[in-house]
Structure formats: structure tokens, C-alpha cells
């Protein structure tokens, strides 16, 4: 079945601990990209990859991190996480300049 | 600065009520805009792609159009099933990002 898959799905997390975000996708797609959700703003891109070791700023980097060393692979990482960050997160991916982007499940996070 | 502004925020309708929902925008170099459906506590959903002002797309009760400032999704006599979130996106050819209007939360009471 093509997917997008996303871990951890929940998070309770403090300031300024690292965590790591995982996005794993099986239908060989090179862009994959992260976005976080909040109400009344919608959907907000932090970063996203065209291919292999390419990756971008979107609209919100700020405190976040990314790196493709694998297709398939697309992790987010929060170095240093603060309350601001709190929020609900989508990894999605999708062929080359189609737009059509496959979303994961989200993984909603909370920083206290 | 690219914009995508969605209208009403929220709509509710009786079962086989029709009615639109709108996406204006302002972008330089439109390369696509897109409809996605998103369902509590899912990933949005992909819907329809629209490339160029007058281009139409259905889907079952669903029907999107695109002109130069807007598109509408117009659901034609609606079911429950069909209460949802609504997303429209727009992507450039200045960039590669998608940027997503705020949604339209549809309700379709039986």
C-alpha cells in the first residue's frame, strides 16, 4: 500500500529537548516536504527536499531542522525545542512538480 | 507577497443543500491551484488540480473551477459523508513551495 508514515504519531516533550521526527514514504517520490498545522492558520511549510541531499527553506524554518540522505527518508528535528513549537505535524511527499502531495497521519506534538 | 484566502471559515449545510466554497488569490506566476479534503485527525487528502482560468474538474458531488483570482468547489446535493475540511493550495513557478489557504470546516447534517 503507497504511504506516507510518520513517528512518533504523539509527543509530550520539555524545552530544549532534541527530538527527532521520522517520515518514511514508499512510492519513490523525490519531494518530500514538512509542514505544521495550527488553528486559524492552516497549513504552514517548514522545509522541503526535491531529491537526495536537496532541501529548502519554507515559509516557517525557524528552530528546525531536516536532511535527505535517503529517498525515502525525510526526518524533521527539533534541536532545541520550545513551547512555540507546539503543534500538529505532516510530513507529505509527491512526484516531481505534480503538486499532488501524499500526506502521512500527522504527529501531534506538545512542548512544555 | 503570495496569498490564498478561503471563504467562509465555516459552512454548514443540510443533506442535499448545495453550495460553493471559495479560494481567492494573489500569486505571480500561478502554476497550479489545488483542492485537498482534510477529515479529523487524517492527513488532507488530495482532490483536484486546476492549471489554467476556466479549467473544471469533477469528482462525484464535487465540482472545481479556477478563474484568474479564484476558485470555487461547489458540492452539488450533499451527503454527511462529505463534512470535511476543505483546503485549496496554490504553487508558483517562482518557488516550489505550496502554500494553503486556512480551510473551509464543512458540516452536512443529515
Known amino acids: 500500500e503507497a504511504q506516507v508514515t510518520q513517528n512518533p504519531r504523539y509527543l509530550i516533550t520539555v524545552t530544549g529537548k532534541k527530538l527527532t521526527v521520522t517520515c518514511s514514504q514508499n512510492?519513490?517520490?523525490?519531494?518530500m516536504s514538512w509542514y505544521r498545522q495550527d488553528p486559524g492558520l492552516g497549513l504552514r511549510q517548514i522545509y522541503y527536499s526535491m531529491n537526495v541531499e536537496v532541501t529548502d527553506k519554507g515559509d516557517v524554518p525557524e528552530g528546525y531542522k531536516v536532511s535527505r540522505k535517503e529517498k525515502r527518508n525525510f526526518p524533521l528535528i527539533l534541536e532545541s525545542p520550545s513551547p512555540n513549537q507546539t503543534s500538529l505535524y505532516f510530513c507529505?511527499?509527491?512526484?516531481?512538480?505534480?503538486?499532488?502531495?501524499?500526506f502521512g497521519e500527522g504527529s501531534r506534538l506538545t512542548v512544555l | 507577497e503570495d496569498q490564498v484566502t478561503q471563504s467562509p471559515e465555516a459552512l454548514r449545510l443540510q443533506e442535499g443543500e448545495s453550495s460553493s466554497l471559495n479560494c481567492s488569490y494573489t500569486?505571480?506566476?500561478?502554476?497550479?491551484l489545488f483542492w485537498y479534503r482534510q477529515d479529523p485527525g487524517k492527513g488532507p487528502e488530495f482532490l483536484f488540480t486546476l492549471y489554467s482560468a476556466g479549467e473544471e474538474k469533477e469528482k462525484e458531488r464535487l465540482k472545481a473551477t479556477l478563474t484568474k483570482k479564484e476558485s470555487f468547489l461547489h458540492i452539488t446535493a450533499p451527503k454527511p459523508e462529505d463534512s470535511a475540511t476543505y483546503l485549496c493550495a496554490v504553487q508558483t513557478y517562482n518557488n516550489n513551495d505550496m502554500r494553503f489557504g486556512a480551510g473551509t470546516r464543512l458540516t452536512v447534517k443529515p
Open positions: 500569486v505571480s506566476g500561478l502554476r497550479g
Open positions: 507529505a511527499s509527491s512526484p516531481p512538480y505534480t503538486g499532488e502531495l501524499f
Open positions: 512510492m519513490n517520490h523525490e519531494y
